[in-house]
């Protein structure tokens, strides 16, 4: 993926991410489970060998690892 679009979306998504679970009245356990579950979709598509998708398989495990720390820290 080209770096150019790669780091601003990067960053697009981690803002959008910590005012989604700030805004949320949601359990940080709740978010973490999320965030673990959308790691292993994103690795599982990284690992499959008849998927290509330009490289958004790698931001899609990075928002799946965004959320679990973000999850982590929030209060409950």
Known sequence: MNTLIFIPALILVTYLV???VRKSNT???????LGLSILLLGG????????DLGGFEYLIVFIGLILSVVGFGKDN
């Open 27 to 33: 359990s940080g356990t709740k978010f973490m489970l």
């Open 44 to 51: 599982i598509i990284a690992v499959d060998g008849n998927s």
């Open 18 to 20: 910590f005012l989604l």
